[in-house]
């Protein structure tokens, strides 16, 4: 074996190991403390750009979502309360129809005229109170309320304003109106059935369009988790597995560290022998 006091290649070649074990150490440290195998474009410079063009289209999705849920609670305060002016005029028909019977006293069909009077006020009460995040869709004053349905902006779902206000297009029956004759009573009976099967029809297109924005509400959280599942398997570290190159790579360097030390006691290995000729 040649020994030299110059150069001392068994010591540069296991300090390069030692310094390559402690660089792979901290990279799979880092990897163990923050659970992600890419956490920079220095990583992976694809896997990183792939991982972040998904991530922004998960915060698309967010904001998606957001205006989706907002559609969703205008439209099931509108349901609600347009299922409420429903039941109210099936009571008003209950009550015209009593109101019809020409036999009536006059303090009977004066009592039914007021309790007329005061469904009518409960409707207009329910009507005017259906709003949320200041849009109403039965009072008349929304035509079309537009939410978002994809990352881009370019896609939407609409939910119709229903005028169900008292007089107008769909509830005819006005508010002034009175049941105090039979006359009266008969004319507003026809208002009533007309009134009850046009407010039902809105419902209905009102449900229908409730029905799309919760289907749709469905559609994009799991388009959301769907991408997040593929962002965590492009970057997140195998646990299990960084955990046993971990032990194996402290194991490593232990025993590289072992090696450097024995490398440099070469030189001293030299000394001894000129100690041992010069006795």
């Known amino acids: 074996m040649s ?3 110059n150069n001392n290649a068994s010591a540069l070649l296991a300090l390069q190991s030692l310094n390559q074990t402690t660089q792979e150490l901290q990279q799979t440290e880092t990897r163990v403390s923050s659970g992600m ?18 991530s922004q289209q998960v915060a698309a999705l967010s904001s998606v979502t957001s205006s989706l849920n907002r559609a969703s609670s205008i439209a099931d305060v509108a349901t609600s309360a347009g299922q409420s002016v429903s039941d109210l005029l099936n009571q008003v028909k209950q ?15 004066s009592s039914l005229n007021a309790s007329y009077q005061s469904l009518l006020t409960q409707i ?3 009507i005017q109170n259906a709003s949320f995040d200041g849009a109403n869709l039965l009072d008349g004053s929304t035509s079309n309320l537009q939410f978002m349905t ?6 939407f779902l609409t939910l119709t304003g229903q005028d169900l206000a008292l007089g107008g297009p769909l509830l005819s029956v006005s508010a002034t109106s009175s049941i105090n004759t039979v006359t ?84 001293q290995t030299i000394l001894s022998l000129f100690r041992s000729g010069g006795g």
């Open 37 to 54: 195998a890419v956490a920079s474009a220095q990583d992976n410079p694809a896997i990183w750009a792939i991982a972040q063009g998904q």
């Open 184 to 267: 009266n009573a008969t004319a507003a009976l026809g208002q009533v059935n007309a009134s009850i099967t046009a407010v039902n029809n809105a419902l209905s297109e009102l449900g229908s369009q409730a029905n799309q924005i919760t289907n749709h509400q469905t559609f994009v959280s799991q388009l959301s988790s769907s991408l997040n599942t593929g962002i965590g398997n492009l970057v997140d570290a195998d646990m299990a597995a960084e955990s046993a190159r971990l032990q194996a790579l402290q194991v490593q360097q232990q025993l590289s560290v072992q090696a450097v030390q024995i490398a440099n006691s070469t030189p």
């Open 150 to 155: 994809n990352g881009e902006a370019s896609q």
């Open 3 to 5: 020994l030299s006091v």
């Open 95 to 109: 009550t015209v129809l009593s109101a019809t019977d020409a036999t009536l006293s006059t303090s009977a069909r």
């Open 124 to 126: 207009n009460d329910v």
